[in-house]
């Protein structure tokens, strides 16, 4: 079976255990709602946080939404120099790999709480690749 990439982001408020595994709750109940996904068929889990979160790894929500026997990972995004129009502070982000015979183009991913500038310059990008 075909294994697909799911993307998705979101942002917090705050520093604390709390904030982190509740917005991360947040954008994985959206991405299984999204892509109607079975968590018995979800290959992989790949988060990565901003380096200014540090109080909790972004996983346990996932293990709290019952995620037992997905392998997860967590690490720190890159620190690009400024000014970096993507660069969002704050931020949650995750791959999914997904076991499933749907084609790519029919994952969703999420941007949540302002976490879409992640994504502008490939929207622009797929818009000036138009024949």
């Known amino acids: 079976m075909p294994v697909r990439g799911i993307r998705g982001a979101t942002t917090t408020s705050a520093n604390t255990a709390e904030a982190i595994t509740d917005a991360t709750e947040e954008l994985l109940r959206e991405l299984v709602r999204l892509n109607d996904l079975d968590s018995a068929e979800i290959a992989?889990?790949?988060?990565?946080?901003?380096?200014?979160?540090?109080?909790?790894?972004?996983?346990?929500?996932?293990?709290?939404?019952?995620?037992l026997d997905v392998p997860l990972m967590c690490g720190h995004d890159m620190n690009v120099q400024q000014p970096n129009p993507r660069g969002?502070?704050?931020c949650i982000r995750?791959?999914?790999?997904?076991?499933?015979?749907?084609?790519?183009?029919?994952?969703?991913?999420a941007y949540l709480?302002?976490?879409?500038a992640i994504k502008s310059d490939l929207d622009h990008m797929r818009g000036s690749l138009k024949p």
């Open 44 to 67: 992989f889990a790949y988060f990565t946080t901003t380096s200014d979160l540090t109080a909790e790894y972004p996983a346990l929500a996932a293990r709290r939404l019952g995620w």
């Open 88 to 90: 969002v502070p704050m």
């Open 94 to 109: 995750i791959l999914l790999l997904y076991n499933t015979p749907r084609p790519q183009q029919a994952m969703r991913f």
């Open 113 to 116: 709480r302002g976490a879409d």
